[in-house]
């Protein structure tokens, strides 16, 4: 009997093995108990160099790894690296004081050493980071003590809590990882304080996350993040309803993965959930004034180009309604934005007018409108990772073409059209803004910047004009006086029609059913990983 028993059992334990090795394929569908421990997020570009004091990196992944002294939330600037902080009467003086016993992932200790080195290391390279204002303000950074850091400014700046709170690039790397001394010709690891340390990274392929045990705010319930590098569209859309990956957002150029007719069919599946932010950003055309080989450097071309584009229809067919149609470059609920800017509707008539007042003639039937000897053409940038860009562009080729402009289309990975941008070597390119928790003063003081959008405002008449107000708003230390210069210069470019806004974009998660805590930042560019768990 014993032997017999024995037997039965015996062959129990090998139905058990054999099942577990029949249902190995399916450990990575949502809901399974391998995902109480992993989430695999699909992204369309690889997350490259994560040296936190430049910008190739994914600002989703570097969210993760490194920390601020300060978070941006609803409720304002809040405590993060930093306790609490002093500033001077006259606004120049900001003392922190850090928060104890923290280490980087290495476990070197955080103190105000390392708050000195990572500051002093960015704003040794400040041709790179001119885009922010705050670079720009930085005189001094001083140890007061082991936990408290000053940092003195040439002059009063408002938004300089809101800067410092940014993604990148004040944010802090073990010293370490330093190579002599400085970040910004590369350096030997990527060890942060954040809540999740990089294990693996496989260029092209993928990157592996895990928990920090010895994280601060508590160890993530979520062990494991992996980055798995995918094609936009289909590709990932078999990924997910295989299992391969379950979890995608939408990625720190605004660019979704899939569509929102394949994020229905997800959802309608039972497996997953989608949730999305409230409007964070406003996507647009950004229009290049400053080259004057280009019809674009027109002020009427950029107007037609405006009244053209159907946003209603952007709306609702390309989007489902999930986007809204954006008549100005912010919308009135970020701040000092809501200024009463005339509307531009969709008018291809009027469109055509502006066009004709302004010599370029289709005579003889022309498909394409010229003058003095030159098509009206113009070169369209988008991303090409983004299935939403391409249809879109496709459609304001379709509206443009109707009127007798012709456009030519370019997709190109993000990085490109960034290029592009900060070159001049454009006519219209897709971009958006910074978003609602830097905006107005980020995107505003790119203006400015040659890494940004300087080659858009540089062309205008009234350039010289709307730097100087940028430069007045940000050291504006007067509320109403604040104010009217914001209004002045939102002003101009809407009349100069340089920014062509779209719709206001957010951020949107498909993820499995089963997970919870999904919220987001006052930044389209992260998400608060460590924030979530699987039921």
């Known amino acids: 009997m014993k032997r017999i028993k024995a037997a039965v059992l015996l062959a129990s334990l090998l139905v058990i093995v054999l099942l577990a090795g029949c249902s190995g394929g399916n450990n990575n569908k949502p809901g399974a108990a391998e995902q ?73 200790p955080f103190n105000a050493e390392a708050v ?23 005189d001094q950074v001083d140890v007061i003590d082991e936990h408290t850091v000053q940092l003195t400014l040439k002059d009063t700046y408002y938004p300089t809590l809101l800067e410092l709170s940014m993604t990148r690039p004040y944010v802090f790397l073990s ?35 895990s928990a920090n045990e010895d994280y601060w705010g508590g160890m993530p319930a979520i062990k494991t993040i992996t980055a798995k590098v995918l094609p936009a569209g289909e590709t990932t859309l078999l990924a997910l309803q295989k299992g391969e990956v379950n979890f995608v957002f939408t990625d720190d150029r605004g660019a979704d993965s899939i569509d929102v007719e394949a994020m229905q069919r997800l959802a309608d599946s039972g497996d997953y959930q989608i949730v999305r932010s409230e409007p964070m950003n406003t996507k647009m055309i950004v229009a290049n004034s400053s080259n004057a080989a280009s019809p674009v450097s027109e002020k009427a071309v950029r107007e037609a180009i405006w009244l053209s584009i159907d946003r209603e229809t952007i709306s609702r067919t390309i989007f489902s309604g999930t986007e ?29 007018k502006l066009l004709e007042e302004a010599g370029w003639t289709n005579g003889g039937g022309a498909a394409v409108r010229t003058k003095d000897g030159r098509e009206l053409a113009m070169k369209l940038y988008y991303d090409v990772n983004s299935s939403s860009q391409k249809t879109q562009a496709e459609l304001l080729q379709s509206e443009a073409g109707k009127i007798g402009m012709k456009l030519e289309l370019v997709g190109e990975e993000s990085q490109a059209i960034a290029n592009r941008r900060s070159t001049g070597d454009y006519d219209l390119l897709f971009n958006q803004t910074w978003g609602l928790a830097y905006d107005p003063q980020s995107t505003i003081a790119a203006f400015a910047s040659e890494s940004a959008y300087l080659h858009t405002t540089s062309g205008i008449p009234q350039a010289e004009e709307l730097y100087r107000k940028i430069n007045e708003v940000m050291l504006s230390t007067d509320e109403d006086a604040r104010k009217a210069l914001y209004k002045d210069i939102l002003t101009i470019v809407h009349d100069e029609a340089v920014f062509i806004p779209l719709t206001n974009g957010s951020v949107t998660v498909v993820a499995p059913k089963d997970l919870q805590g999904i919220s987001f930042k006052q930044t389209q560019f992260e998400l608060p990983f460590e924030r979530m768990s699987f039921k």
């Open 116 to 138: 000195k080195l990572n500051i002093e290391a960015v704003q040794s390279n400040a041709a790179k980071h001119a885009w922010i204002k705050l670079s720009t303000m930085l």
């Open 36 to 108: 109480t421990r992993e989430l695999v997020y699909a992204a369309a570009k690889d997350i490259n160099d994560m040296n936190p004091h430049l910008y190739p990196g994914s600002m989703a992944a570097q969210a993760i790894v490194y920390e601020s002294l300060v978070e941006n939330t609803p409720e304002g600037i809040k405590p993060l690296l930093a306790e609490s902080w002093d500033i001077s009467e006259d606004g120049k003086v900001y003392t922190f004081h850090l928060r104890k016993n923290v280490k980087f992932h290495d476990g070197e």
């Open 324 to 352: 809204a149609p954006a008549e100005t470059l912010f919308s009135s609920n970020v701040n000092y934005a809501d200024v009463g800017l005339p509307k531009r509707d969709y008018n291809p008539e009027g469109a055509a």
């Open 175 to 209: 010293p370490k990882d330093f190579l002599n001394g400085e970040t910004k010709d590369g350096v030997a690891g990527y060890n942060g304080t954040g809540p999740y340390k990089l294990d693996e990274h496989v260029t092209e392929q993928f990157a592996k996350f």
